[in-house]
């Protein structure tokens, strides 16, 4: 894998009925640079979430091979995928997946929770966060008591608590208002600027342009366009 490259699919399809030949990525190979946001763009139906699910770890490549930051994790079993999950990758979606029941500041700390991070460590870093990303007066809250934007921010903060080497986000402006949506990206802009590697599932290609590095459009699961942000807009 080049030096720049932080995932890399090679020849990756996934099918979800076998009794069917149709096929939901189909031979997709792609590097994703390191320290990039590149924005996945297509029609419904394209192959998307299942590419980002693919190198999340919440599902499994039919055949193929990825490779996560030198960890080919076609090949882990369920712990080692589970471990993956926790360490390397940070999730964000559509519909941010809080818990309700649940503080702002106890959301933020579920997964470090899970990868077992002693509680002050985890304390210390989720407070950090929600300083950094603007709520940190809202940390005793329930999310029912918050904006979209500002629920947004906090499934961010999650997504960030472990340190993951890779922010996969689907979509994550889809249940924003404009202005709301613009202020999620504008905060991913500066992660990335921190040095974060984004993965971005966008439908609208006006953010896809004005927020990424780089643009790959999947039509029927596979690549049809990949290509620098200037070149991708002519």
């Given at each position: 894998m080049n ?5 890399e ?6 099918i ?11 031979g997709?190979s792609?590097r994703i ?25 919440i599902?499994r490549?039919?055949?193929?091979r990825i ?18 999950r ?13 818990l ?37 007066d ?5 999310p ?7 629920r ?6 999650r997504?960030?608590v472990?340190r993951?080497?890779l922010?996969l ?24 600027s921190?040095?974060?590697t ?9 953010l ?8 790959v ?8 366009t990949n290509a620098?942000?200037l070149e991708?807009?002519?």
């Amino acid at each position: 894998m080049n030096a720049n490259t932080l995932v890399e699919l090679i020849d990756v399809t996934k099918i979800y009925d076998a009794a069917s030949s149709q096929r939901a990525l189909d031979g997709v190979s792609l590097r994703i640079a390191a320290g990039k946001i590149t924005a996945v763009m297509g029609p419904s139906g394209s192959g998307k979430s299942t590419l980002l699910n693919l190198v999340a770890g919440i599902d499994r490549a039919t055949g193929g091979r990825i490779v996560v930051d030198g960890l080919e994790i076609t090949r882990l079993g369920e712990t080692a995928l589970a471990r993956y999950r926790r360490a390397k990758v940070g999730l964000v979606f559509q519909f941010f997946n809080l818990l309700n029941n649940l503080t702002v500041l106890d959301n933020v700390l579920i997964p470090a929770q899970l990868a077992g991070v002693a509680a002050p460590e985890a304390g210390r870093r989720a407070g950090e966060l929600l300083e950094q990303l603007g709520i940190a007066d809202q940390a005793r809250k329930y999310p029912a008591r918050l904006s979209g934007g500002q629920r947004q921010r906090v499934a961010v903060a999650r997504a960030l608590v472990n340190r993951p080497v890779l922010l996969l986000a689907d979509e994550p402006t889809g249940a924003l208002d404009t202005h709301s949506g613009e202020q999620v990206l504008d905060l991913f802009r500066d992660l990335n600027s921190a040095g974060q590697t984004i993965v971005l599932v966008t439908h609208d290609p006006r953010l896809a342009e004005r927020y990424a590095d780089r643009i790959v459009t999947l039509v029927d699961g596979a690549v049809a366009t990949n290509a620098p942000v200037l070149e991708a807009v002519r």
